[in-house]
């Protein structure tokens, strides 16, 4: 049935319906999917749960203070001090600020207006170092909901009038922090995808060593990335999903890394039947019969373990969970449509040179993994026990892993603008006046919160307190710390803590560092709660495919050892070769995530293959069958799927570079050692018990010797 099926969409005339059918709709989509950075939204705000404390601070004053308001920092220096000229310049300067578009109609705060407003009396902060050698401007940008994508432009306006000859003038604050987050994601849409495509094409050129073949891979993943992208901008435009760069960054690496690994298994099992079947629509109809179980069974892993996400308090991370479930289910369609429509229209010429000719032998029966396996099958036990302490042996670098946070500074892997701008102002003795913390407290209570803050190092004078509606009130303290840093996080729980204790306050306490601390505390509640959700999942989908339960738990366990050595080695590596400062506190959940829902796929590759060979070899002779048929296939998907991730560090962000190096060191690790070593060890060792309750191979006869070394060959 299931074979009819698969032959009725790879006839002689479906094939060019399925072709049609595909192109038409990647042509709609791809009006869309250009369009789809023009939908993100990065702000951190926007990433938090209501029922985050700093959310519930931006509802109560959003009838006062605006939240697309982008404080922003104009910070000049000059080595041995600025000079009256570099000082009625910034005044000049401050004038010409305050009349672009964009800047709201509360001015520029310059030196000299923070002079006289001083002398008044009035609380305003120190523009200018007691050294001399640095000043800044202060002002504010409001561009509407449209900020994000309109920062760019408004930053490379004002740093062409904010200019001192023999100086250095950078643009910090919040609206520099923004500035340099899009230049950090410039060009994701295009040079990533081109990145990518380049390396998996240097890839599959060394695997298929055929100038053609390559193509209909690639052109199938960039099909799959437009409709996917396209699909995304709708839904972003008009159903409220939430996309920011990193989930647009992952999509298009999942999607083409993905998407060649379901063509690499694909093609070879179609190269297999092609050597069977004299009519190659027969060989795809059974290829796709055989394959098309295990790609659905790892693309429904992979979606539905992205979809757990969002279960998530953090609307980032809840957001890129349909994201990247969108993007896996759309590549498992086309590579099951439109590619094995290619490879039958093209037909047996497309794997020139090396043509699978109909009768000749098939290669894999005596390669390199066929004797891998029979080296794993004189001591099984032996292997998976050796495998298993070493594989533990590296989780201990999890010990060095530190997930608390990172600072705006260690954010980046190169230095941008606002991180020049920033460092001038905490090395010469300037707050940032643009971070600060907001307490919205009830108004009888204000002068109480007000006193309780009083001596927490780092937190500057409270201003002026403001009427809000209901009896409430609000007032902000400057915090004299990176936004992002742990010294600001510890600033912000003190602030809490202090006004917390006020009895019949209702205090409540936010602002730009709360942001961040709010982040990271959804950050590990996420991580506690969706975890095991996923591990759950994954478990049922196995138990469904293999109809077991033995197989599935141990794959899970393997599965999870795998993780936890990535993880540890990869901490390794950020902290001595690298040099990152730590780690973000969504990198483990993310890491975790797309460890357990690709690395998975490997053992459903194999697995689905043994059992295939079991009903007519047995476990321990299939398990060695299925090592050799499909060693080559998952090494060179391994390969690809490592390859697009690292690509992420292209991108100056230490986030998406350890998600990149964590994730391709654990499909590497699962690829040549879990999947070829550690599963196929304990196949030869439990036999047929791995099958249980299931009486699959109720023999469970042991493997001799002879039988190990007799050549491999597989079910028709």
């Known amino acids: 049935m299931h074979r009819q099926i698969a032959g009725s969409l790879t006839g002689p005339v479906t094939k060019w319906i399925v072709l049609a059918a595909v192109l038409a709709i990647t042509a709609i989509m791809g009006v869309f999917s250009t369009k789809l950075t023009s939908v993100q939204n990065n702000e951190a705000s926007s990433w938090l749960p209501a029922s985050a404390e700093s959310t519930k601070v931006l509802d109560e004053l959003s009838e006062s203070v605006d939240p697309n308001d982008i404080p922003t920092l104009v910070v000049y220096h000059r080595d041995g001090g600025l000079t009256e000229d570099d000082l009625a310049a910034m005044e000049s300067h401050g004038e010409e600020i305050a009349g672009l578009e964009g800047v709201t109609d509360t001015g520029v705060l310059t030196p000299a207006a923070a002079e006289q407003a001083a002398a008044q009396g009035a609380p305003v902060p120190t523009l200018v170092a007691e050294d001399g050698e640095v000043a800044y401007l202060y002002f504010v940008l409001n561009f509407g909901d449209d900020g994000w994508n309109a920062i760019p432009d408004a930053a490379e306006e004002i740093r062409g009038i904010a200019e001192i000859d023999g100086g250095d003038v950078h643009l910090a604050g919040y609206g520099g922090q923004a500035a340099d987050s899009a230049a950090a ?266 006193a309780s803050l009083e001596g927490i190092d780092g937190l500057g004078e409270p201003g002026e307190v403001q009427p809000l509606a209901d009896g409430r009130s ?46 990271k505390i959804a950050s590990e509640r996420d991580s506690w709660v969706i975890m095991p959700l996923v591990l759950l999942v994954v478990l049922l989908i196995l138990i469904g495919l293999l109809r077991s339960i033995v197989a599935p738990v141990i794959l899970m366990a393997t599965v999870v050892l795998s993780f936890g050595a990535a993880l540890g080695i990869s901490a390794l590596l950020f902290e001595y070769v690298f040099g990152f400062a730590g780690s973000d506190p969504g990198f483990p959940l993310f890491a975790f995530v797309f460890l357990v829902a690709l690395g998975i796929d490997y053992n459903i590759f194999l697995m689905t293959r043994v059992r295939e060979e079991t009903a007519t070899h047995g476990t321990r002779r299939g398990s060695l069958i299925a090592l050799a048929s499909t060693g080559g296939v998952i090494t060179s998907a391994g390969i690809v799927l490592a390859a697009t991730f690292l690509v992420l560090g292209s991108l100056p962000l230490v986030f998406l570079a350890e998600l990149g190096v964590a994730v391709a060191l654990g499909v590497m690790l699962d690829t040549l050692v879990v999947r070829s070593v550690l599963v196929t060890a304990l196949n030869l060792d439990l036999g047929g018990k791995m099958w249980w309750p299931s009486k699959l191979d109720a023999e469970d006869a042991p493997l001799t010797q002879a039988e190990a070394e007799r050549p491999l060959e597989t079910v028709h």
């Open 474 to 519: 609000w007032f902000e303290a400057t915090i004299n710390a990176d936004i992002s840093s742990s010294t600001a996080a510890g600033i912000v729980e003190d602030s809490r803590d202090a006004a917390h204790d006020v009895d019949g306050a209702d205090a409540l306490v936010g602002g730009g560092s709360a942001f961040y601390l709010d982040t």
């Open 185 to 450: 994601f410039e060009g994701i849409d295009t040079n990533l995808i081109l990145a990518t495509l380049a390396v998996v094409i240097v890839i599959l050129l060394f695997t298929y060593r055929s100038p053609v073949l390559w193509l209909l891979p690639i052109i199938c993943a960039v099909v799959a990335n437009t409709i996917a992208t396209g699909l995304v901008y709708l839904l972003a435009k008009y159903a409220g999903l939430t996309v920011n760069g990193q989930s647009q960054a992952i999509l298009s690496i999942l999607v083409i890394g993905a998407g060649t690994d379901y063509a690499l298994l694909l093609v070879a099992r179609y190269r297999e039947e092609l050597r069977r079947h004299a009519d190659r629509h027969e060989a795809m109809a059974f290829a796709l019969h055989r394959a098309a179980p295990a790609i659905f069974a790892s693309a429904a892993t992979v979606a539905v373990g992205m979809l757990c996400l969002s279960f998530a308090e953090l609307n980032s991370t809840a957001g890129l969970g349909p994201v990247n479930a969108i993007g896996v289910a759309v590549t498992f369609l086309v590579m099951v449509t439109l590619l094995p429509a290619l490879l039958v229209i093209c037909g047996r010429w497309v794997f020139w040179p090396k043509r699978p000719a109909f009768g000749s032998p098939e290669p894999t029966s005596s390669g390199i993994w066929a004797r891998v396996g029979r080296a794993i099958s004189h001591r099984p036990r032996r292997v998976w026990v050796t495998t298993t302490g070493l594989l533990l042996l590296a989780c201990l670098g999890l010990f060095r892993l530190d997930a608390s946070g990172l600072s705006t500074e260690d954010t980046y892997t190169q230095e941008f603008d606002s991180i020049k701008g920033q460092r001038l102002l905490t090395d010469h003795g300037l707050a940032d006046n643009s971070n600060t913390l907001q307490v919205v407290t009830n108004t009888d209570a204000a002068p109480d919160v007000i």
